[in-house]
């Protein structure tokens, strides 16, 4: 695996709006924010069923209503493609979680 170049990593994480790029970490990070705690432990089983299957695990963090997610690939030391891959998935299902998605970090 190898890491995104910056040039690559700049064009695709244009259509990722809502996540924030952390250039020292080699992260992408972004928060998701719910209705209420059985919403957001939906999405996260969601999306842990998701990681299985890509073979690839977030860094999450769940507190009540909101899920912080900081990607990147450690086999690369840096962002992949695998990162965007489950940050567009994580989006996707979001939207179809939440009727009005409240748009955080």
């Not at 990070?29 to 209420?36: A, I, N, Y």
């Not at 891959?85 to 179809?96: F, G, H, I, S």
Request: hydrophobic share 40%; glycine share 4%; charged share 25%.
């Amino acid at each position: 695996m190898t890491p995104l170049d910056p040039a690559m990593a700049r064009e695709l994480l244009a259509s990722l709006t809502h996540w924030t790029f952390d250039r020292s970490k080699r992260t992408i990070s972004r928060e998701f924010r719910f209705q209420d705690f059985a919403q957001a432990f939906g999405f996260m089983a969601e999306m842990a069923a998701v990681s299985e299957r890509m073979d690839h695990h977030p860094e999450w963090f769940n507190v009540y209503n909101r899920v912080q997610v900081t990607l990147t690939t450690h086999d690369a030391g840096g962002l992949s493609t695998r990162d965007i891959d489950w940050a567009t998935r994580a989006d996707k299902a979001y939207a179809r979680t939440t009727p009005n998605p409240t748009c955080a970090g």
